[in-house]
C-alpha cells in the first residue's frame, strides 16, 4: 500500500484500534500486539500506549506471519489457554464472529477458521495444546499447515459477516472497506 496500515484512519479511530476493540468487545482481555523492528514500531507503541495492550517484537520485519505468530505466542502467559489469531487489517470484523469463536472454544472445538459463504478468514481462534506448533509454524504456509495437520479437530464456523474474508491489502481495499462500513470515504492520505 505503501502506507502504514495499523496507523490509518477508520472511522473515529485507526485500523489498529479498530481491532483491538473488536476483540476486546468480544470478550478477549489479555491482547497481545506484535511489532516488527523498526521506526514504525515506536510510533505504533506510543499511539497504542493507553490501549492496555502488551506488546511482542518482531525483530525481522521481512519475515512471514509464522514468526510474528510465534513471537506473541512467546509473550502469553503459561496460563493462556486459547488464542485468537489475527492480522490488524481486519478492522471490521464484528465482535459478535469473535464471541462466536469463542463459544465454539469453550464448547470442546480445539481449532476454530470462520466461514463466510465457505471462505475461510480471520480471525482463527486455536486452542494452546497447539502452543509448540504455533511456535514452529511452517513459514512458508503458516497456520493452513496447522490446520490441515489437524483436520480432524478443525471447526469451520459460518458467521453472519463477510469482513472475515475482507483485509487491506490495497487502497482501493481499504477505501471500499472504510465506505462500507461508515458510509463514507476515509479522508484522503498521503502514501509513507
Not at 31 to 43: F, K, L
Not at 78 to 104: F, M
Not at 132 to 160: A, C, M, N, Y
Amino acid at each position: 500500500m505503501g502506507a502504514f496500515k495499523p496507523l490509518l484512519p477508520f472511522g473515529p479511530k485507526t485500523v489498529i484500534e479498530a481491532c483491538i476493540d473488536n476483540l476486546r468487545d468480544g470478550g478477549i482481555q489479555n491482547i497481545v500486539v506484535v511489532v516488527s523492528q523498526g521506526p514504525r514500531a515506536e510510533d505504533l507503541k506510543e499511539h497504542l500506549k493507553h490501549a492496555g495492550v502488551s506488546f511482542a517484537l518482531n525483530p525481522d520485519p521481512r519475515s512471514e506471519m509464522s514468526d510474528s505468530i510465534a513471537c506473541g505466542v512467546r509473550e502469553l502467559s503459561g496460563e493462556t489457554r486459547a488464542v485468537i489469531i489475527t492480522p490488524a487489517d481486519y478492522a471490521a470484523v464484528p465482535a459478535s464472529v469473535v464471541e462466536t469463536l469463542v463459544r465454539e472454544w469453550r464448547a470442546g472445538a480445539k481449532l476454530v477458521k470462520p466461514t463466510w459463504k465457505e471462505r475461510g478468514g480471520h480471525p482463527v481462534l486455536v486452542d494452546l495444546d497447539f502452543r509448540d506448533e504455533l511456535i514452529h509454524l511452517d513459514p512458508h504456509s503458516g497456520l493452513k499447515t496447522l490446520f490441515t495437520d489437524h483436520e480432524d479437530q478443525l471447526t469451520r464456523l459460518p458467521v453472519d459477516s463477510n469482513y472475515i474474508a475482507r483485509d487491506m491489502d490495497t487502497w482501493d481495499d481499504y477505501r471500499a472497506l472504510h465506505q462500507e462500513v461508515f458510509g463514507v470515504p476515509p479522508p484522503p492520505i498521503q502514501p509513507d
